[in-house]
């Protein structure tokens, strides 16, 4: 099947920094992706849709100017967390669909776990 | 709004038995995918249904689709503790959903020896 890297899979950093998380499709274009986060025992919660060459999608209560989406091209996306906070912590994962593919599946990145200390 | 329970959301079988995770949504649906997660670990895809009546078995596990009820179904089949994980039921609604994926809570399962 198709394949989603994310970099880094973990980061800690300091309250009041940015940090940034790669999504990359290794082997297929991706004009979608998407962004999830997942509190500790709870499903995904999807953030965003990214979508290349435009603005991301954002769901309700999900803040724009603080989870920053840039897809800039057909194999990436990165999701910037803005002036962290500790309540920020958690695991993200991206995922894309490839459209080449019969089913129109997702294929899930390995995840980054972000602590924000 | 589409909405996707699961039932039960924690289980604890002992090597050997049988079980079904169920997964119920609310609209109608174009496919439904089922997951499994492991501790620490990203989504590994198992299953993808397209259509009503599909089933799909893997090792232990079976799948099935039922578009009329909405329901669609995980069994387990004399479970081992390589089946310990999480699970997870999701709805796609690609026309008019964005092509975004409703998940539900997840099904934990713990298998005993």
């Known amino acids: 099947g198709a394949v989603v890297s994310q970099h880094p899979s973990w980061v800690i950093c300091k309250s009041g920094t940015s940090v940034k998380i790669e999504c990359r499709s290794l082997?297929?274009?991706?004009?979608?992706m998407f962004w999830y986060r997942q509190f500790p025992k709870q499903s995904l919660m999807l953030m965003a849709t990214?979508?290349?060459?435009?603005?991301?999608?954002?769901e309700q209560g999900v803040e724009k100017d603080k989870f920053l989406i840039n897809h800039a091209s057909l194999t990436l996306s990165t999701l910037t967390v803005t002036s962290a906070h500790p309540e920020d912590s958690s695991f993200y994962i991206c995922?894309?669909?490839?459209?080449?593919?019969?089913?129109?599946?997702?294929?899930f990145g390995p995840g980054t776990r972000l602590t924000v200390t | 709004e589409l909405k996707v329970e699961q039932n039960p959301l924690f289980l604890s079988m002992q090597e050997g038995k049988n079980y079904t995770i169920y997964c119920n949504y609310s609209t109608t649906s174009d496919r439904l995918y089922w997951y499994r997660q492991d501790p620490g670990k990203s989504l590994e895809s198992l299953f993808v249904?397209?259509?009503?009546?599909a089933v799909k078995q893997e090792g232990r596990l079976m799948a099935s689709l039922d578009t009329k009820a909405r329901l669609s179904t995980l069994h387990i089949t004399a479970a081992v503790h390589d089946l310990s994980a999480t699970y997870f039921c999701?709805?796609?609604?690609?026309?008019?959903?964005?092509?975004?994926?409703?998940f539900g809570d997840g099904t934990t399962l713990t298998v005993k020896p």
């Open positions: 990214s979508n290349e060459g435009s603005k991301a999608t954002y």
């Open positions: 999701a709805v796609d609604i690609l026309l008019t959903n964005a092509g975004k994926s409703t």
């Open positions: 082997d297929f274009q991706a004009t979608t």
């Open positions: 249904l397209l259509s009503n009546g």
């Open positions: 995922s894309a669909r490839d459209p080449a593919s019969g089913t129109y599946e997702q294929y």
